[in-house]
Nanobody, 123 residues
Framework: QVQLVESGGGLVQAGDSLRLSCAASGRTFSRFVMGWFRQAPGKEREFVAAISWSGGATYYTDSVKGRFTISGDDAKNTVYLQMNSLKPEDTAVYYC????????????????WGQGTQVTVSS
């Protein structure tokens, strides 16, 4: 059974940092892409970042480039999202996902999702 479990969310102030973790089990994740998405209140879920586990290539949405870093630890089967210089507009539930998406920034192709972790950034 494939499971993705996020952790690390919380309430922080603007300018602070957080590191989200996504612990994965149940599949050989080196064959897949791992992505982070987020959903703010009243908005659709949107792509944040992705990493191609085998090659290490990373991809980011424009609004987080230079502030967020996605990385993976093969030994721990865990993917991280380091978030620096957080802004109130980063407030959302953050989800990790695993799959083989044809287009990285769309949900299609990510076949397993975590339960989400709340990130709240106060101004």
């Amino acid at each position: 059974q494939v499971q993705l479990v996020e952790s690390g969310g919380g309430l922080v102030q603007a300018g602070d940092s957080l590191r989200l973790s996504c612990a994965a089990s149940g599949r050989t994740f080196s064959r897949f892409v791992m992505g982070w998405f987020r959903q703010a209140p009243g908005k659709e879920r949107e792509f944040v970042a992705a990493i191609s586990w085998s090659g290490g290539a990373t991809y980011y949405t424009d609004s987080v480039k230079g502030r967020f870093t996605i990385s993976g630890d093969d030994a721990k089967n865990t993917v991280y999202l380091q978030m620096n210089s957080l802004k109130p507009e980063d407030t959302a539930v953050y989800y990790c996902a695993s799959g083989i998406p044809a287009i990285l920034h769309t949900e299609q192709g990510y076949d397993y999702w975590g339960q989400g972790t709340q990130v709240t950034v106060s101004s």
